[in-house]
């Protein structure tokens, strides 16, 4: 069976400041997709990144980076320099590789930037 | 990019009635379509997969006479609430799986938000 944790539910922090969202996943499967995506309160989700299992490379996307460690089951998203508008719920999330292969969510991170 | 159009965004109904929540794949074919629904501050959870011109299946624990699933062409995917109670007042989401077997995604709709009166 698969599993997110993201053991954190609520962050909060001031403007500028950098925030980790750790995501910790099972799984017995050898290649899979992880994924992260934000909910903002409108409810549509937003897809931030998609990460195969056999590429390790961490990630960076403007103020974004992903930390992929193998070793210890996680995909850390952090945000550099928070802004207001990031605040939203962030999800990891974990499938199989192939077609048809359902997402398995975490709980989600409610992540509050204030000014 | 794939767009999934999601109708109607918010539907408002009187308890014993039927609603009809709309997923369609506007540029491309969906051979499955995946149903979610979110119940305030928590996670999405699977209802059912469908896969176009089959039954859909379901996961564990959802009724699968309560909540209908319609697959019946590539660009559309149905989901009929039925005999609607307060209770399956919810956020209902769908998602069409995108690409190919080495580069395949997940295109979400823009959610339904069903309030039961």
């Known amino acids: 069976a698969q599993k997110v944790t993201q053991a954190q539910t609520e962050i909060s922090v001031v403007e500028k400041e950098d925030v980790t969202l750790d995501c910790v996943y099972e799984t017995r499967d050898t290649t899979y997709y992880l994924f992260w995506y934000k909910q903002p309160p409108s409810g549509e989700l937003v897809f931030l990144i998609r990460r195969n299992s056999f590429d390790e490379q961490n990630e960076i996307s403007g103020r974004y980076s992903w930390n992929f460690q193998k070793s210890t089951s996680s995909f850390n998203f952090t945000i550099t320099a928070s802004q207001v508008v990031d605040s939203a719920v962030y999800f990891c999330a974990l499938s199989r590789t192939g077609a048809n292969s359902k997402l398995t969510f975490g709980k989600g991170i409610t992540l509050s930037v204030r000014p | 990019g794939a767009v999934v159009s999601q109708h109607p965004s918010r539907v408002i109904c009187k308890s014993g009635t039927s609603v009809k929540i709309e997923c369609r794949s506007l540029d491309f074919q969906a051979t499955t379509m995946f149903w979610y629904r979110q119940f305030p501050k928590q996670s999405l959870m699977l209802m059912a997969t469908?896969?176009?011109?089959?039954?859909?299946?379901?996961e564990q624990g959802v009724e699968k006479d309560k909540f209908l699933i319609n697959h019946a062409s590539l660009t559309l995917s149905t989901l009929t609430v039925t005999s609607a109670h307060p209770e399956d007042s919810s956020f209902y989401i769908c998602s069409a799986g995108t690409g190919t077997l080495t580069n395949y995604g997940y295109t979400f709709g823009s959610g339904t938000r069903l309030t039961v009166v």
């Open positions: 469908s896969n176009e011109g089959s039954k859909a299946t379901y």
